[in-house]
């Protein structure tokens, strides 16, 4: 059956694995789905009968049965794409400065131009002087210097930043990154890698040692990204594993083996209560207990890694733009917390859905800032599309993100943000230096014309030399040595 055609109140069953077709809610069994795409969340989250599931998220090895509550088109999945189509459609039409003014400019120095040989020769002035001065005038006062003011500088720092894994979009979104006061980052897959981390391992009755090698044993069978974790740490302590048996995975409790005749599982703290594992959960870790026959033996503590760099890009962010970024998360708060305080974050907003992020970016635009959103995922995407500036990594970042995004990072090298943000300030202000330089040139050599006598062949070694110029400064941006790193 094909999925648009699920109506409310069908019961799907949605098999190990499987990608789940329908926003609905679990009838019956058990499993941990992978909703990194719609929350954030870097772990699965445990489902079971009458918990919600999404559209797009992917089952992991338990089956259910899930009755579907909203039909194809009201998924959270597309009313995500509607919200990008929304912010999209809403973001204000931008346009470089100087296509503002270039038409308007040109028709004036025509209008001039015929001014300038129409009325001293209706006033009975000779013919070919006052053609002469009208020409020289058209010559000097052409807008060639500050077209060409604009562009080589904001191509050039485009052409710079692509060869160190920087795709920008177009120029007026360098002109707009120039101009941002605010950078607001996802969490998970953004600041930090995405995969949980080994981070500590507390014996409650025998050695930390003996608890990860047990607890190595029992998730060795595992594809639980926990278990993955777990023996990426012993293989990198150079354990002896013991040797189990009996493997038993419940969905959403844990796993559970044999060894040596005693029943080892690694589990939820819920399931076998354990002070150790209240402190590290308060403090923001995933925690897992590893028992023995029942009885507590020792507690696992586990984080997202931080991407390396990251607490460096926050703070080269901070001194660009005086105000340190923010973090938008679908996370949960201690965690999102524990994370902001690694990279030296203070303003923390989690919990958010997408349709949040978007809220949160919006309401910081109506405090007169201007946003640059990081963010990979599918659930990041609106926020990307309302924001002054959406940015997206671009090795981990889905599809959506990549389309909606105005900037991507093409390596997820963080340390590029504010690289990026300094060399479009840099470029803006060669554009500045330029528009003064070709604006200058202009206003003199166009006033020598009209109160004096300029020379044909002197306003043309002016006006062409002011447009090399302002293109050879630009070009400037090229050398490698405008690109500097946090």
Request: hydrophobic share 50%.
């Amino acid at each position: 059956m094909d999925l648009a055609d699920l109506v409310v109140g069908d019961v799907v069953l949605v098999r190990p694995g499987e990608r789940i077709g329908a926003d609905g809610r679990v009838l019956e069994g058990a499993s941990e789905v992978d909703q990194a795409s719609i929350t954030g969340e870097p772990l699965p989250a445990v489902k079971y009968p009458g918990v919600p599931v999404y559209a797009g998220t992917v089952n992991g090895t338990g089956s259910l049965r899930v009755r579907v509550e909203r039909p194809a088109g009201d998924t959270v999945v597309a009313r995500i794409v509607a919200l990008v189509e929304q912010a999209t459609a809403t973001k204000a039409r931008t346009q470089l400065f100087i296509e503002k003014v270039e038409q308007r400019y040109s028709i004036g120095v025509v209008v001039a131009t015929l001014a300038i040989f129409a009325v001293p020769l209706l006033a009975g002035a000779p013919l070919e002087p006052t053609l002469l001065r009208a020409m020289t005038f058209m010559i000097v006062a052409s807008p060639c210097a500050v077209v060409l003011a604009t562009m080589p500088p904001l191509l050039a720092a485009i052409a710079n930043a692509g060869r160190h894994g920087v795709l920008v979009k177009s120029a007026v979104v360098l002109e707009r990154v120039a101009t941002t006061t605010t950078v607001a980052f996802d969490k998970t897959g953004t600041l930090t890698a995405g995969t949980p981390r080994l981070v500590s391992v507390t014996g409650v009755d025998r050695s930390s040692g003996e608890v990860l090698a047990l607890a190595t044993a029992a998730e060795h069978g595992s594809e639980h990204p926990l278990g993955a974790a777990v023996v990426a740490a012993a293989r990198s302590a150079g354990l002896v594993v013991p040797t189990a048996t009996g493997f038993r995975s419940t969905p959403g409790r844990g796993v559970t083996v044999d060894v040596a005749g005693r029943s080892v599982a690694v589990g939820r703290p819920a399931d076998v209560p354990c002070s150790e594992a209240d402190d590290l959960e308060s403090s923001g870790h995933t925690t897992a207990v590893v028992s023995v026959d029942g009885a507590p033996a020792g507690v696992l503590g586990l984080a997202d890694e931080v991407r390396p760099g990251a607490p460096a890009t926050v703070a080269a962010l901070t001194a660009l733009t005086g105000r340190a970024p923010v973090l938008l998360t679908g996370d949960d708060h201690r965690v999102a917390r524990r994370l902001a305080a690694q990279v030296g974050i203070e303003d923390v907003r989690a919990r958010l859905l997408p349709e949040d992020k978007v809220e949160e970016v919006r309401a910081l635009e109506r405090a007169g800032e201007r946003v640059l959103v990081v963010g990979d995922g599918v659930n990041d995407a609106p926020a990307l599309a309302a924001a002054h500036v959406g940015m997206a990594m671009g090795g981990i970042g889905s599809d959506l993100a990549l389309q909606t995004a105005d900037v991507v990072l093409v390596h997820d090298d963080l340390g590029a943000v504010p690289s990026l943000l300094a060399l479009a300030r840099r470029a803006r202000r060669v554009v500045i230096a330029n528009l003064a330089l070709a604006g200058t040139v202009i206003a003199v050599l166009a006033t020598w014309d009209l109160v004096g006598h300029l020379p044909l062949p002197l306003g043309v070694a002016g006006h062409e030399g002011s447009t090399i110029l302002v293109a050879l400064n630009g070009l400037r941006l090229l050398y490698s040595s405008a690109w500097t790193r946090a």
